[in-house]
């Protein structure tokens, strides 16, 4: 399939600068055809801002970068409206929203007001500045980075409604010792700085979208993801369950997962695979249960307590 090819392909030009990143990439994949957001997570120094900025370059389109800091306010991100005096009149000027893919680096060091401005960009696909609105380009796509807020000073915690807007979230890890290696490997013979050829075009993803659509989801494998949707709103450990929104982006992200292996239907190991990274950002535990556990293994846990579908037709 003409998509896998791709697939390796970005993945190999994404290889020439980030080490050991392939799961990640094929969920940047998946969040980019769905017009999902992605929020990656990690202590500072394990390549968060590298693999967003690589993987911007692999895709043709326009690339924005904002520096989250706790000055930046709401129209340095959304734009102005400005009075230019040799015209006499009014002028816009869009901020670093309006592009394909923008990058906003350690969000949560912005202020929430700051951090809200985007909402309306990553629900809506517009930004209003002063009254007017402006559609944004498509695809658009935000790759948030962030450090955990429990271990950093001058931090501010994502709203609920903002957390539940990003399609998924991924948490990067320390690499292993071959990767360290590799790492290690490339700055001594300057290959971090290789060139970056885009494999995606705008034309490829827009095909890739009506592809997407067209993936089946059998009635068996719809009440497999009804029932861990649904065990959320329900489970003892678990204050605020997964919206409706978050419902359909697992449908989607399964979606995505079974087209990316080259399959026009989802299999419920689809899901299985993709409710870690759809689902953990979205729930809040309890005061009681956030003492012991984590989000993450709270979705670990229901998952291994609801029985795969044995098959499925499709």
């Known amino acids: 399939m003409e998509l896998i090819d791709k697939l390796e392909q970005l993945k190999d030009e994404i290889r020439k600068v980030v080490v050991g990143r392939d799961q990640e990439v094929e969920m940047m994949v998946i969040s980019l055809l769905n017009d999902g957001h992605i929020l990656m997570e990690s202590v500072p120094g394990t390549g968060k801002t590298l693999l967003a900025k690589t993987f911007a370059n692999v895709i043709t389109g326009k690339f924005s970068r904002v520096q989250f800091t706790p000055d930046v306010l709401p129209s340095d991100i959304t734009g102005i409206q400005f009075f230019n005096p040799k015209l006499q009149e009014f002028e816009l000027k869009p901020g670093p929203v309006v592009t394909n893919i923008l990058l906003a680096d350690e969000i949560n060091r912005?202020?929430?007001?700051?951090?809200?401005?985007?909402?309306?960009?990553?629900?809506?696909?517009q930004v209003t500045i002063d009254g007017h609105t402006i559609p944004l380009n498509t695809p658009f796509l935000v790759i948030a980075t962030q450090n955990p807020v429990e271990s950093q000073?001058?931090?501010?915690?994502?709203?609920?409604?903002?957390?539940?807007?990003?399609?998924?979230?991924?948490?990067l890890g320390y690499p292993d010792i071959n990767e360290e290696k590799e790492m290690i490997k490339k700055h001594r013979f300057g290959t971090e700085a290789a060139e970056i050829i885009a494999v995606f075009k705008e034309e490829d993803i827009l095909f890739l979208k009506q592809e997407l659509r067209k993936v089946k989801l059998?009635?068996?494998?719809?009440?497999?993801?009804?029932?861990?949707?649904?065990?959320?709103?329900?489970?003892?450990?678990?204050?605020?369950?997964?919206?409706?929104?978050?419902?359909l982006a697992l449908v989607k992200a399964a979606q995505g997962r079974a087209l990316v292996k080259g399959r026009s239907f989802v299999v419920p190991n689809d899901i299985k695979e993709m409710a870690p990274f759809v689902l953990a950002h979205r729930i809040y535990l309890s005061a009681e249960a956030s003492l012991t556990m984590t989000p993450e293994k709270v979705v670990e846990d229901l998952l291994e307590s609801i029985p795969l579908p044995v098959e499925a037709e499709v």
Do not use: C, W
């Open 153 to 171: 000073q001058g931090t501010f915690q994502l709203p609920v409604a903002q957390m539940d807007r990003f399609f998924i979230k991924l948490s």
């Open 110 to 125: 912005a202020t929430p007001r700051t951090q809200s401005s985007l909402l309306e960009a990553m629900e809506e696909h």
């Open 218 to 247: 059998a009635d068996v494998v719809e009440e497999y993801l009804l029932k861990i949707t649904r065990e959320t709103r329900n489970h003892g450990s678990i204050e605020l369950g997964i919206s409706p929104r978050g419902t």
